[in-house]
């Protein structure tokens, strides 16, 4: 569906600039941005696939992931089509590089999408699989009505949204977990075909807003796996974020246009995991490896288990009230 789009200016008779998200494409008259869904048409923006759904699942708030945001419960998770980032190693590529014209989408609106959610017994709608970013308009109308629904909602992210559209749609938007693909500009501009300060911005501005975060950093062999970027990485989110921040080091696993790269080795992944915790992050987690300790929640204070995960299947057996049932201790956990 087409609908008129937020967030542009006109520039010239046939030229429009976007400020959706932090590349401001300055597009021509009969194409679009690099997103590949907002096209301008006579100098007006439109988005084109407002309600175009290209995924659809319940999943487990914990897959998006999210360790401390509602753990345990079930989360309705809608993707469409597009990316304003260009990602060589890409692990969703045939709907991030696809385009309106994608012979699978489904329209559904707003409406429908929290009809759905509470269908399949969700506590909560999530706006993932690709970036959400550039459906800001469906994204809005739909958080509103999540909010009127006694419904979370969340964003899994690469963190490239404007200010003024985080900042619209911030009261409605309970959580987001924003990818950080690597802590050097190089990487980005190389791998991403984007920038980095801009994503550091969003991770400061979001938590300023109130939105709880947590990070995900996929670690690639040779890219992005040095300890000295691990722990500039952990320094700045200590300084800017907090020492409670939960961030997921993500194991990389070969894709898209990196198949030539190998899989993370698990040594380079524990490495990692310590250097995290010696560094101060006091909630550091670890995805796509064999289950065990480095998916449970640790009492920062007395080392206890207060979460303990294998999979998705979550017992918070030592969680009582957002507290460490053995020595009191406030975890930050948001819980109804």
Known sequence: MRKKARFYKKISEDKVQCFLCK?????????????????NINGELYLFIYGSSSSIAADPI???????????????????VGCNFKCMHCQNFDISNADTDFAYLKEISPEESIKLAKQYKCQGIAFTYNEPTITHEFNYDSAKLAKKNNLYTAYVTNGYISEQALDEISPYLDA??????????????????????PVLDTCIHAKELGIHIELTYLVIPAYNDSIEEIQNFCRWVIKNLGDDIAIHFSRFHPDYNMKDVPATPMNTMEKIYETARKEGILFTYLGNVVAGNYENTFCPNCGEVCIKRNGFNVKKSGLKEKRCRFCGSLLPIVEN
Do not use: W
């Open 23 to 39: 590349h401001k494409c300055v597009i021509s008259k009969d194409q679009t941005g690099i997103c590949n869904v907002r096209k």
């Open 62 to 80: 914990e897959k998006k992931p999210l360790y401390h945001f509602h753990p345990g419960t079930r989360v309705f998770s809608i993707g469409t």
């Open 176 to 197: 987001m977990n924003i990818d950080v693909k690597a802590f050097t500009e190089d990487f980005y501009k190389k791998i991403c075909k984007a920038k980095l300060q």
